[in-house]
C-alpha cells in the first residue's frame, strides 16, 4: 500500500494559482502512475489529471486543460498540480491517488486525505 499526503490548498481568489504536492512512500514511486481527482459535497468525485510513470503522458479533464498541469519528480517521490487561472468553480477537496496499474479511475487503489481548495469569485 502506498500512504500519500497532501499539501498546498487554499482560499484564493479567481485567476490567481496554487500548486498542489502529493508526497508518496510505502512503494517505488518511479513504478506508480499518479492522479489528481477532486470532490464537492454532494457530488460525485471527478478526474482532474493523471501522469503515468514514465512521465511521458499526461492526461487532464477537458475543464482544466490548458490551465492545470500535472508532473512528477520521482526523486523527491512527489507529484505536483499546478494550477493556473483558477475559477470559482474548481472549488474543491483535491485528492491524490496512486495506481501500480493502469489509468483508469478504478485502477487508483491509494488515496491521500485531500487538500481543499477555494477560489472566490
Known amino acids: 500500500q502506498v500512504q500519500l499526503v497532501e499539501s498546498g490548498g487554499g482560499t484564493v481568489l479567481a485567476g490567481d494559482s496554487l500548486t498542489l504536492s502529493c508526497v508518496a512512500s510505502?512503494?517505488?514511486?518511479?513504478?506508480?502512475?499518479m492522479g489528481w481527482f477532486r470532490q464537492t459535497p454532494g457530488k460525485e468525485r471527478e478526474f482532474v489529471a493523471a501522469?503515468?510513470?514514465?512521465?511521458?503522458?499526461?492526461y487532464y479533464t477537458d475543464s482544466v486543460e490548458g490551465r492545470f498541469t500535472i508532473s512528477r519528480d520521482d526523486a523527491k517521490s512527489t507529484v505536483y498540480l499546478q494550477m493556473n487561472s483558477l475559477k470559482p468553480e474548481d472549488t474543491a477537496n483535491y485528492f491524490c491517488?496512486?495506481?501500480?496499474?493502469?489509468?483508469?479511475?478504478?485502477?487508483?487503489?491509494?488515496w491521500g486525505q485531500g487538500t481543499q481548495v477555494t477560489v472566490l469569485s
Open positions: 501522469i503515468t510513470w514514465s512521465g511521458a503522458s499526461t
Open positions: 491517488a496512486a495506481a501500480a496499474y493502469g489509468l483508469l479511475e478504478q485502477d487508483f487503489d491509494s
Open positions: 510505502g512503494r517505488t514511486f518511479s513504478s506508480l502512475a
